[in-house]
């Protein structure tokens, strides 16, 4: 089993900045894709972006391409989400999720395993 906590969440203004972690225990992660995902109240669960463990590929949503970047300490199994220029569209429950294969990185059920979400809200 894995488990993934969230931390980073919280308010912000337009034009402002966040970093989301998600730090993972239990079993080793060096096959995993590492995810993350947003849910805002009364839509979907939406893919933000991705990285997988071993080489450090990244997968971005075309919505917050330029703006958003993820990244990977592999010695704190650590993922994190930096969020820049947030906009208020931005305001969701953010959620970090893992897989163990690489496949498909952006529908929501591949994901195998998921955190508890961090809320981000967005004023304008």
């Known amino acids: 089993q894995v488990q993934l906590v969230e931390s980073g969440g919280g308010l912000v203004q337009a034009g402002g900045s966040l970093r989301l972690s998600c730090a993972a225990s239990g079993r080793t992660f060096s096959s995993y894709v590492r995810g993350w995902f947003r849910q805002a109240p009364g839509k979907d669960r939406e893919f933000v972006a991705a990285?997988?463990?071993?080489?450090?590929?990244?997968f971005t949503a075309d919505s917050v391409k330029g703006r958003f970047t993820i990244s990977r300490d592999n010695a704190k199994n650590t993922v994190y989400l930096q969020m820049n220029s947030l906009r208020p569209e931005d305001t969701a429950v953010y959620y970090c999720a893992a897989k163990r294969t690489i496949g498909q990185v952006m529908g929501p059920t591949a994901y195998d395993f998921w955190g508890q979400g961090t809320q981000v809200t967005v004023s304008s």
């Open positions: 990285i997988t463990w071993s080489g450090g590929s990244t």
